[in-house]
T-cell receptor, first 116, second 113 residues
């Protein structure tokens, strides 16, 4: 099946620093990738939709200046958490799909971010 | 406002028995539903899906039932195995939409030996 690689799997950083998370589709091209966030015992919440070659679409309540998304190629999207604070500590997961809407999404293994 | 609801945070089932996980939705525009399985510190993996034109889809030990009038779907696992212990997420989408999936909060399934 399709593989989505996410890196790093975990990161600990100091408050105020920026953290970059990479999401790669290894065996298919993904014009669209999605970034989710999950707090403990909560559902996966869609943060933004990343479209190759264009600006990301952010969900309501998600600060686009804080969560920078770049989708420069058909196989790579990055999420940068800028000036991270402890409340940004969460599990971040990317997903990608090999085709258009209504196909199954394939998820990365997630990144556990802890901000001290 | 939760559009996809999984009202049971956890479920404990004996090995070999049937596990039934439930999911309700409120948005009548949803017409494609998926179940994902998730282990701790890993991303969800796709399990099974169903389109609204069907009321049942089966794949090995996994069967998903959809009741559109009740806006309810369920995942049946039979027989349940220890490796089925995980968190199961119900997700929904709108056909033809480019949006990401809307997830429920998940149900932690525990298979007892």
């Amino acid at each position: 099946g399709a593989v989505v690689s996410q890196h790093p799997s975990w990161v600990i950083c100091k408050s105020g620093t920026s953290v970059k998370i990479e999401c790669r589709s290894l065996d298919f091209q993904a014009t669209t990738m999605f970034w989710y966030r999950q707090f403990p015992k909560q559902s996966l919440m869609l943060m933004a939709t990343s479209n190759e070659g264009s600006k990301a679409t952010y969900e309501q309540g998600v600060e686009k200046d804080k969560f920078l998304i770049n989708h420069a190629s058909l196989t790579l999207s990055t999420l940068t958490v800028t000036s991270a604070h402890p409340e940004d500590s969460s599990f971040y997961i990317c997903s990608a799909r090999p085709g258009l809407a209504n196909e199954k999404l394939f998820f990365g293994s997630g990144t556990q971010l802890s901000v001290l | 406002d939760q559009q996809v609801k999984q009202n049971s945070p956890s479920l404990s089932v004996q090995e070999g028995r049937i596990s039934i996980l439930n999911c309700d939705y409120t948005n009548s525009m949803f017409d494609y539903f998926l179940w994902y399985k998730k282990y701790p510190a890993e991303g969800p993996t796709f399990l099974i899906s169903i389109s609204s034109i069907k009321d049942k889809n089966e794949d090995g030990r996994f069967t998903v039932f959809l009741n559109k009038s009740a806006k309810h779907l369920s995942l049946h696992i039979v027989p349940s195995q220890p490796g089925d212990s995980a968190v199961y997420f119900c997700a929904a989408s709108i056909a033809g939409g480019a949006d990401g999936l809307t997830f429920g909060k998940g149900t932690h399934l525990i298979i007892q030996p």
